[in-house]
């Protein structure tokens, strides 16, 4: 593959992973122009794991990675990112709150208080 199909072919993964999720990371855009291959099997296991499933909906996947995401200790801004996507696919509000106190027991208030500062971004109602 010439460097210019490569290019092309990375481009175009960008904005397949773009229109699919409603955003995308600037390291897996690196990532794509340098492996498209690697980055293209990526895109399909994250498609299967976050995207509309046989028993699950998209929304309620979004919620799972939500909660786990919040528990590792993920950087408020891309938890706003992923609860976006979870509005984009029909979340509400009301929905990705009681997502987070559901967190509180078992992922303990840290986890709580990270997911909260996320949806106070997402929410625009950021007070410091």
Same mark, same amino acid.
């Given at each position: 593959? /010439?460097?210019? =199909?490569?290019?092309?072919?990375? =481009?175009? #993964?960008?904005?397949?992973?773009? $229109?699919? %999720? +409603?955003? !995308?990371?600037?390291?897996?855009?690196?990532?794509? %122009?340098? *492996?498209?291959? @690697?980055?293209?099997?990526?895109?399909?296991?994250?498609?299967?794991?976050?995207?509309?499933? %046989?028993?699950? /909906?998209?929304?309620?996947?979004?919620?799972? $990675?939500?909660?786990?995401?919040? @528990?590792?200790?993920? =950087?408020? /801004? $891309?938890?706003? !990112?992923?609860?976006?996507?979870?509005?984009?696919?029909?979340? !509400? %509000?009301?929905?990705? #709150?009681?997502?987070?106190?559901?967190?509180?027991?078992? +992922?303990?208030?840290? !986890?709580?208080?990270?997911?909260? +500062?996320?949806?106070?971004?997402? *929410?625009? /109602?950021?007070?410091?």
């Amino acid at each position: 593959m /010439s460097d210019d =199909e490569r290019a092309q072919r990375a =481009e175009a #993964l960008i904005a397949r992973m773009k $229109a699919a %999720r +409603g955003y !995308t990371y600037p390291e897996w855009e690196f990532a794509a %122009r340098q *492996d498209p291959d @690697f980055v293209e099997a990526y895109n399909r296991l994250y498609e299967l794991g976050l995207g509309e499933g %046989r028993h699950v /909906s998209a929304k309620v996947r979004e919620f799972v $990675a939500i909660a786990v995401l919040a @528990f590792r200790g993920l =950087e408020q /801004s $891309a938890l706003a !990112t992923h609860m976006r996507r979870a509005m984009q696919l029909g979340a !509400t %509000r009301e929905e990705l #709150l009681e997502v987070l106190e559901a967190c509180l027991v078992p +992922g303990g208030a840290p !986890t709580f208080h990270r997911g909260l +500062g996320a949806l106070m971004q997402v *929410d625009g /109602s950021e007070r410091r």
